[in-house]
Nanobody, 124 residues
């Protein structure tokens, strides 16, 4: 079993930055894909970014390319999401996800584990 705990959310002005962290515990972390999703009020949960276990491949939603960066530190069992040039439309609850098979996908149901989420609010 894997437990994922997100942190780093908060309130920021448009154009600002935040760094989210997701710490995994409960089993080996060095394999598997990690991802970030977000869910705004009244909307479905959507893929934001993902990274393979080796860290050599990263994936991003078109809406965040060039502004967000996903990375992982297997020694710390932690994945990060650096968010720059934030916009009000980035406001959402951000969730960390893990996939045992190691594949990054935008399909919510194909991820094995989820964190509890952290709120990100961007004011205009």
């Amino acid at each position: 079993q894997v437990q994922l705990v997100e942190s780093g959310g908060g309130l920021v002005q448009a154009g600002g930055s935040l760094r989210l962290s997701c710490k995994a515990s409960g089993r080996a972390f060095s394999f598997g894909a990690m991802g970030w999703f977000r869910q705004a009020p009244g909307k479905e949960r959507a893929f934001v970014a993902g990274i393979r276990w080796s860290g050599d491949r990263t994936y991003y939603a078109d809406s965040v390319k060039g502004r967000f960066t996903v990375s992982r530190d297997n020694a710390k069992n932690t994945v990060y999401l650096q968010m720059n040039s934030l916009k009000p439309e980035d406001t959402a609850v951000y969730y960390c996800a893990a996939d045992q098979a190691g594949w990054v996908t935008s399909i919510v149901n194909e991820w094995d584990y989820w964190g509890q989420g952290t709120q990100v609010t961007v004011s205009s």
